[in-house]
């Protein structure tokens, strides 16, 4: 189930309870009930635009973080490799692909990939040792 209908029917369920408190004839509130009721319903919509606007603010700053990282990992002048637990190569950056003599988004050269494999029990013990690190 995706978050938004998780999250939808979280509200629903709230609305639901939220209905069994509320009396049985809406025309039935006093004036003052009304204004009562109109004001918790702009004072809820001031603070569902507020934390929109922080979840803006705040997705603008995780993307520019994201973007700054990304830079950081792929222009590094050291090849950088994300191993999996077996040792398989996930990601690599563009000075790694340059030492490995492919390019990023294409599929290894068996050649290299058999140097791996033969060098797989030395680099084994280095995974283990920062699998935990990220």
Known sequence: MTHSKELRQKAEALAREKEDRKPEDPAALSPE???????????????????????????????????????????????????????????????????????????????IVDAFIAIKQEILPIVEQYKDSV
């Not at 993307?63 to 792929?74: G, I």
């Not at 990601?91 to 068996?110: I, K, Y």
């Open 33 to 111: 009930e009304m204004r009562q009721a109109l004001h918790e319903l702009e004072v809820h919509q001031i603070e569902l635009e507020m934390q929109n606007d922080e979840l803006i603010r705040t997705r603008a700053e995780v993307e520019a973080l994201l973007s700054q990282y990304t830079d950081l990992y792929d222009f590094a002048p050291v090849g950088y490799f994300t191993l999996a637990h077996d040792g398989a190569i996930h990601q690599v950056n563009l000075a790694g692909a340059s030492l490995l003599g492919v390019e990023r988004g294409t599929h290894f050269d068996p050649d």
